[in-house]
Nanobody, 124 residues
Framework: QVQLVESGGGLVQAGVSLRLSCAAS????????MGWFRQAPGKEREFVAA????????VYADSVKGRFTVSRDNAKNTVYLQMTSLKSEDTAVYYC?????????????????WGQGTQVTVSS
């Protein structure tokens, strides 16, 4: 079992940066691929980014590539999502998730554990 708690969301203006954190507890954090997803009102939850277990390989959705950076600190059991040049269309609840699989995947069903989410609202 893994417990995930996101933090760092808020109301910001377009163009600024924001960093989300996701603290994990429970089973060994470094064993999990960690992903970030988001869900805007009236839309399905979509993949944002993910990072591998040890070597830090990353995958991004096209919509955030070049603006968002996912990273992790296995010593602190924490994964981060640095978001820059925020746009109004980035407004959503952001979730972190953990996957015990071997390769990075962008499908929701691949991730076994989820946090409660943190709201990010970008005003234009």
């Amino acid at each position: 079992q893994v417990q995930l708690v996101e933090s760092g969301g808020g109301l910001v203006q377009a163009g600024v940066s924001l960093r989300l954190s996701c603290a994990a507890s429970g089973r060994t954090f470094s064993r999990f691929i960690m992903g970030w997803f988001r869900q805007a009102p009236g839309k399905e939850r979509e993949f944002v980014a993910a990072i591998g277990r040890l070597r830090g390989s990353t995958v991004y959705a096209d919509s955030v590539k070049g603006r968002f950076t996912v990273s992790r600190d296995n010593a602190k059991n924490t994964v981060y999502l640095q978001m820059t040049s925020l746009k109004s269309e980035d407004t959503a609840v952001y979730y972190c998730a953990a996957d015990s699989g071997a390769i990075i995947r962008d499908g929701r069903t691949a991730y076994e554990y989820w946090g409660q989410g943190t709201q990010v609202t970008v005003s234009s």
